[in-house]
C-alpha cells in the first residue's frame, strides 16, 4: 500500500472549478481519500494510486493551467500508538489515521519503529 498527499493549484482562473474536479475523479477511482483544506490524502495499492492521480491531473487541468504537487510514500502504513515524544516510540500513522495533529503524523523510518497495525 502507498499514500499521497495532492493538491491543485489553478493559476490564472476565477474559481477552483479545477480543484473540484481533480477531487471527483480521485473519488471515482474507489480508493481511500481524505479531502483537507489544502490538499487530498489518498491511499491504496501502488496501480491505482497512480492511475487516480493522473486522472485528477487530467480532469483538472481541462479547465485550464494548473499546478499539481504530490507527495508519495510507501513507508506510512501502520498506525500512530501515542505522539512521538523524542524516542522511537511510535508507530506510522495509516491513511485511516490521516488528519491528525502534527505531533502524531509522523513516518520513522528507524528499524525500531514496528510496522503493521
Same mark, same amino acid.
Given at each position: 500500500?502507498?499514500?499521497?498527499?495532492?493538491?491543485?493549484?489553478?493559476?490564472?482562473?476565477?474559481?477552483?472549478?479545477?480543484?473540484?474536479?481533480?477531487?471527483?475523479?480521485?473519488?471515482?477511482?474507489?480508493?481511500?481519500?481524505?479531502?483537507?483544506?489544502?490538499?487530498?490524502?489518498?491511499?491504496?495499492?501502488?496501480?491505482?494510486? $497512480?492511475?487516480?492521480?493522473?486522472?485528477? $491531473?487530467?480532469?483538472?487541468?481541462?479547465?485550464?493551467?494548473?499546478?499539481?504537487?504530490?507527495?508519495?510514500?510507501? +513507508?506510512?502504513?501502520?498506525?500512530?500508538?501515542?505522539?512521538?515524544?523524542?524516542?522511537?516510540? +511510535?508507530?506510522?500513522?495509516?491513511?485511516?489515521?490521516?488528519?491528525?495533529?502534527?505531533?502524531?503524523?509522523?513516518?520513522?523510518?528507524?528499524?525500531?519503529?514496528?510496522?503493521?497495525?
Amino acid at each position: 500500500m502507498i499514500q499521497a498527499t495532492v493538491a491543485v493549484y489553478p493559476l490564472g482562473q476565477a474559481d477552483y472549478t479545477a480543484v473540484h474536479q481533480a477531487i471527483e475523479a480521485l473519488r471515482g477511482a474507489g480508493l481511500r481519500i481524505d479531502v483537507q483544506s489544502m490538499h487530498t490524502e489518498i491511499a491504496g495499492a501502488e496501480g491505482p494510486v $497512480f492511475d487516480a492521480l493522473k486522472a485528477a $491531473f487530467h480532469a483538472a487541468q481541462q479547465t485550464g493551467a494548473v499546478v499539481m504537487t504530490i507527495a508519495v510514500t510507501n +513507508a506510512c502504513s501502520a498506525r500512530v500508538i501515542r505522539k512521538y515524544d523524542g524516542a522511537d516510540q +511510535a508507530r506510522c500513522w495509516g491513511s485511516e489515521q490521516m488528519g491528525m495533529s502534527g505531533e502524531e503524523n509522523i513516518c520513522r523510518t528507524n528499524p525500531a519503529v514496528r510496522r503493521g497495525p
